[in-house]
Structures are given as structure tokens and as C-alpha cells.
């Protein structure tokens, strides 16, 4: 079953009205807080920063939640653009029966490759990198790690 939501982000008003499944909610709006898709991106900001330890918050479906990130290691991972070395950076959760792990290049300014997220009774979903143009110009890929 597919669920379409949305988040509506007025930075002037100082909301954000968050919409799934036809019911919207609207919140009083957090600094810095993002969407569930742009959520890698910020993430990718805070590793630029050389920030090991991240706390963002997301809106997610009637609520602004905390959310905690962590480095977790630092690995070559084989990419649609090739072997690239990543930093792999962990969502922190009290509920054990779900994991959520980002990788970024570490080259690309911290552009994530990969994320994956499982859960214990299936639902899995993962997105890999397949190209990527900076600056106009497409990154060509190398070979396998």
C-alpha cells in the first residue's frame, strides 16, 4: 500500500502543515527541521562540519520529531559510481526492531550513496546512488572495490 505524504514548510509563519493519508496537521515549526528527503542532505551538512553526533529534527506525520544520528564507521562501499570510501552513519533508536543506515562519499562532499532501512518483520527499503553530476559534469565511474 502506498501513502502519499507531504510536509508544507512556511519559514515566514513559522509553521508547517504535514499531510498523510488526506489528514493535515498543523505544527508550530522547529528550527532546522526537514522533511523526511532532506534529511540525508542535512546530515551530509553535518559531516562537512566534522559533527560525529547528530541531533535533527524531522516532521514526521503529525509531530516534529528529535531524532539522534551517529557516525558509526568508515568503509569502501561498491556504488554505481564505483568503490568509494564512505562514512556510514547510524540512526540511534530506543526500538531495536528498526535500523536506518546512511553512507556518504567522503570525496563528494558527504553526498549520500546509500540508504537502507530494515525492520525485524520485513519492509525493508534501500536507495543506492546510480550517477552523479557536480557542477554540471558527470562523475564517471571507477572500479569495483
Not at 1 to 28: C, I
Request: hydrophobic share 35%.
Amino acid at each position: 500500500m502506498l501513502f502519499r505524504s507531504k510536509a508544507n514548510f512556511d519559514w515566514s509563519g513559522g509553521t508547517v502543515t504535514a499531510t498523510r493519508k488526506k489528514r493535515e496537521t498543523q505544527l508550530p515549526l522547529t528550527d532546522g527541521a526537514n522533511d523526511p528527503f532532506s534529511l540525508s542532505l542535512n546530515i551530509g551538512s553535518h559531516l562537512a562540519r566534522n559533527q560525529d553526533v547528530m541531533n535533527v529534527y524531522v516532521v514526521e506525520e503529525d509531530k516534529i520529531e528529535e531524532q539522534r544520528y551517529q557516525v558509526d564507521n568508515q568503509e569502501l562501499l561498491d556504488t554505481g559510481l564505483g568503490c568509494l570510501e564512505t562514512t556510514r552513519v547510524k540512526r540511534i533508536r530506543d526500538n531495536t526492531k528498526r535500523t536506518s543506515l546512511f553512507w556518504y562519499a567522503n570525496e563528494y562532499d558527504f553526498v549520500p550513496v546509500q540508504i537502507r532501512h530494515t525492520k525485524k518483520k520485513g519492509n525493508d527499503f534501500r536507495l543506492e546512488i546510480i550517477s552523479l553530476n557536480v557542477a554540471g559534469l558527470e562523475i564517471q565511474p571507477t572500479g569495483a572495490c
